[in-house]
T-cell receptor, first 113, second 112 residues
Framework: DAGVTQSPTHLIKTRGQQVTLRCSPI?????VSWYQQVLGQGPQFIFQ???????GRGNFPDRFSARQFPNYSSELNVNALLLGDSALYLC????????????FGPGTRLLVL | QKEVEQNSGPLSVPEGAIASLNCTYS??????FFWYRQYSGKSPELIMS????GDKEDGRFTAQLNKASQYVSLLIRDSQPSDSATYLC????????????FGSGTQLTVLP
């Protein structure tokens, strides 16, 4: 079975630009969460979606937004990029009613210049 | 601010030894606890999950949970060089989103 997939794998942007990251969950998983991991730190929670609705939001500015589609895939958008947005962006999927375990995709490494 | 604290390391052990990784958490309402392994440049990979007090063993890995002390640990027996990685402790929040709160990780090096 395919795991969580994310695209693109790497991305280089300049300050002020906008970026869209994509995630497809494990087949049968309806919950998708986004995390940001900066170098040397653990992942930090950004958003959780299931049944196409936002179910949780971490301490991130409004420049960060996300959505979930009917096929349970998800997009994370970041506007007005700052140098500090450079990080590994991780998507995790979870099977609703199947416990709390979240499985991570390979991530998108974003570099903002 | 709900926090998860880990020994920052780095931790070095010789091949074949037991590696002990520790984690404390502040949210008493947390119910689910996880250890993830992360190789450099890669994403976190689930190693163990534990939900109730006591020990849980899976191969060379043993997770220990003590909710009264708000303490989680991971023991790696017969450590191998391939175990060299950063180990992340994660705790599910007590809120409705059930998001994971991570520690900053412990870097483990197993010396051949």
């Amino acid at each position: 079975d395919a795991g969580v997939t994310q695209s693109p794998t790497h991305l280089i942007k300049t300050r002020g630009q906008q970026v869209t990251l994509r995630c497809s969950p494990i087949s049968g998983h309806k919950s998708v969460s986004w995390y940001q991991q900066v170098l040397g730190q653990g992942p930090q929670f950004i958003f959780q979606y299931y049944e196409k609705e936002e179910r949780g939001r971490g301490n991130f500015p409004d420049r960060f937004s996300a959505r979930q589609f009917p096929n349970y895939s998800s997009e994370l958008n970041v506007n007005a990029l700052l140098l500090g947005d450079s990080a590994l962006y991780l998507c995790a999927s979870r099977e609703l009613g199947g416990g709390e375990t979240q499985y991570f995709g390979p991530g998108t490494r974003l570099l903002v210049l | 601010q709900k926090e998860v604290e880990q020994n920052s390391g780095p931790l070095s052990v010789p091949e074949g030894a037991i590696a002990s990784l520790n984690c404390t958490y502040s949210d008493r309402g947390s119910q689910s606890f996880f250890w993830y392994r992360q190789y450099s440049g890669k994403s976190p990979e689930l190693i163990m999950s534990i939900y109730s007090n006591g020990d849980k063993e899976d191969g060379r890995f043993t997770a220990q949970l003590n909710k009264a002390s708000q303490y989680v640990s991971l023991l790696i027996r017969d450590s191998q060089p391939s175990d060299s990685a950063t180990y992340l402790c994660a705790v599910t929040s007590s809120g409705s989103a059930r998001q994971l709160t991570f520690g900053s990780g412990t870097q483990l090096t197993v010396l051949p």
